[in-house]
């Protein structure tokens, strides 16, 4: 295996970004440095770069999310963005969701590490989610998959009138139009490309942010909501 660089130190922005929790940061990126690249969650090429390129790229997701909501971070990974936006963001409640077991292990000994109490680590797929974990405000992911097939995942778990947080790239404008057809029929009513992160990272970070209606996931996914819900309440008597 490709020997990782050295972890340069934080940049300046790093501790206006993340303040009391600057400690915990730089903690986070020794550990995907570290046990991350040993693991195979992240390549020893981005070591150099993971501050600007991943820390703060993703930490700066905080400044489009609502207040004391709670979020899912589909396909998360390493941690990214969740783990930045929880050191950022501790009134929200996080739920890292991420099908292989070897990150979910990677991310409960991050969560435990840090003391990230307001976060919970759950090993899933998210179009196996609907009814087993509670429909969230904000869906957030990076990197997972084209927009229409990340939509089709992420959009059914959000609540009403929730919305979808997609870091995406220069490709950002082309995804969205081309993904308009599949996201009327998830239910997606509004849709907008966001530039984020002015004075913290450059180039500035890409959002796509997607808002639901009244039925998230539309027509497709109303009956399979309605068979969830029943079944909760089941489980509840």
Not at 100 to 108: A, D, K, P, V
Not at 184 to 201: D, M, N, P
Not at 214 to 236: C, D, I, L, N, W
């Amino acid at each position: 295996m490709e020997e990782a660089a050295e972890l340069p130190p934080a940049p300046a922005a790093a501790r206006a970004v993340f303040g009391d929790r600057f400690p915990e940061a730089v903690r986070y990126a020794e550990l995907l440095a570290d046990a991350g690249v040993k693991r195979g969650l992240i390549g020893p090429r981005e070591v150099p770069r993971l501050w600007e390129r991943h820390l703060l790229n993703c930490a700066v997701l905080a400044e489009a999310v609502p207040d004391g909501v709670s979020v899912c971070d589909v396909g998360s990974g390493a941690g990214l963005p969740g783990i930045p936006l929880a050191l950022v963001r501790p009134d929200l409640q996080i739920t890292l969701l991420e099908p292989l077991l070897r990150r979910t292990t990677f991310l409960q000994e991050v969560v435990e590490l840090l003391g990230l109490d307001h976060v919970t680590v759950v090993r899933g797929r998210a179009e196996e989610m609907l009814g087993k974990i509670d429909p969230v405000h904000v869906v957030t992911a990076r990197a997972v998959a084209p927009l229409d097939r990340l939509a089709g995942w992420g959009v059914p778990l959000l609540r009403p009138y929730g919305e979808m947080l997609a870091l995406k790239g220069d490709t950002a404008e082309e995804e969205l139009k081309a993904a308009r057809a599949a996201l009327g029929k998830l239910g997606v009513v509004r849709t907008s490309v966001l530039h984020v992160g002015e004075g913290v990272v450059d180039p500035l970070s890409t959002l796509v942010r997607v808002e639901v209606g009244e039925s998230p996931g539309g027509v497709r996914f109303a009956a399979k909501r309605a068979k969830a819900a029943r079944a909760t309440r089941a489980r509840r008597r």
